[in-house]
T-cell receptor, first 115, second 116 residues
Framework: DTEVTQTPKHLVMGMTNKKSLKCEQH?????MYWYKQKAKKPPELMFV???????INESVPSRFSPECPNSSLLNLHLHALQPEDSALYLC??????????????FGPGTRLTVL | GENVEQHPSTLSVQEGDSAVIKCTYS??????FPWYKQELGKRPQLIID?????GEKKDQRIAVTLNKTAKHFSLHITETQPEDSAVYFC???????????????FGTGTRLKVLA
C-alpha cells in the first residue's frame, strides 16, 4: 500500500460543532504532517508528528488539536472553527523527519467548509 | 527568514513547446528541492526532486537544474502535453532550528496551461 488516505472527503460544519479529520498510511512511515491549503495557494504546514510525538506546531490556534494514536494514524480534532478556516486540509507522510531527503506523500485532502 | 519565490505565477504554452518554472530560496542550508504537481481537486504529487550535491536531474520530459551559488532551481518540461496542465509547486527542505527535524518551504505555485 503506497497511499495516504483521508476521511471524510468533504465536511461542512457550524462554528459550534466538534468534528475530526482522519488520516491513515501503511507505508511504515514515521513522520506525518497536517497542512492547510487555501485556493490558489501552496500548502501551509500546521503540525508534524515524528515517531508519534509532536515535533512541530506552526503556532496553530488551539481550536485545531492534532493527535497521533499510533504510527499509522493521524487525527485533527476541530472545535469552534471560524469561516476563515474553510480550506483543503492535507495529510502527508514521509519515511521519517530526521533526514534531509525525505519525500512527502500527500493524501487527497478533506475539503472543509465552516458556516 | 525562510522564503521560496516562484515565477511565473501563470504560464500558457502551446502543446509541444517547452515550459520553464523558476524558484529562488533564501536559506543556504536548504539541501533538498522537490517539485510537486497538483491537478485541480487532487493531491500534490512529487514529479521530480534534486539534492544539493547534484546540478541537474532528468526524468523523460522533465528536468530540474540547481544553482546553489545563486540559490535558484528550475523545472523544465519539454514537449508539453495537455495533461501537463496543473499547478506546480517547488519546495526547499530546511532544518527546523528548535527540533533539528526537516520541513518543506513551498513556493507560491505556477498555474501551467498547455493549449492544444
Amino acid at each position: 500500500d503506497t497511499e495516504v488516505t483521508q476521511t471524510p472527503k468533504h465536511l461542512v460544519m457550524g462554528m459550534t460543532n466538534k468534528k475530526s479529520l482522519k488520516c491513515e498510511q501503511h507505508m511504515g512511515h514515521r513522520a506525518m504532517y497536517w497542512y492547510k491549503q487555501k485556493a490558489k495557494k501552496p500548502p501551509e504546514l500546521m503540525f508534524v508528528y515524528s515517531y508519534e510525538k509532536l515535533s512541530i506546531n506552526e503556532s496553530v490556534p488551539s481550536r485545531f488539536s492534532p493527535e497521533c494514536p499510533n504510527s499509522s494514524l493521524l487525527n485533527l480534532h476541530l472545535h469552534a472553527l471560524q469561516p476563515e478556516d474553510s480550506a483543503l486540509y492535507l495529510c502527508a507522510s514521509s519515511q521519517d523527519q530526521q533526514g534531509a531527503y525525505n519525500e512527502q506523500f500527500f493524501g487527497p485532502g478533506t475539503r472543509l467548509t465552516v458556516l | 527568514g525562510e522564503n521560496v519565490e516562484q515565477h511565473p505565477s501563470t504560464l500558457s504554452v502551446q502543446e509541444g513547446d517547452s515550459a520553464v518554472i523558476k524558484c529562488t530560496y533564501s536559506d543556504s542550508a536548504s539541501n533538498y528541492f522537490p517539485w510537486y504537481k497538483q491537478e485541480l481537486g487532487k493531491r500534490p504529487q512529487l514529479i521530480i526532486d534534486i539534492r544539493s550535491n547534484v546540478g541537474e536531474k532528468k526524468d523523460q520530459r522533465i528536468a530540474v537544474t540547481l544553482n546553489k551559488t545563486a540559490k535558484h532551481f528550475s523545472l523544465h518540461i519539454t514537449e508539453t502535453q495537455p495533461e501537463d496542465s496543473a499547478v506546480y509547486f517547488c519546495a526547499a527542505s530546511r532544518r527546523y532550528r528548535t527540533s533539528g527535524t526537516y520541513k518543506y518551504i513551498f513556493g507560491t505555485g505556477t498555474r501551467l496551461k498547455v493549449l492544444a
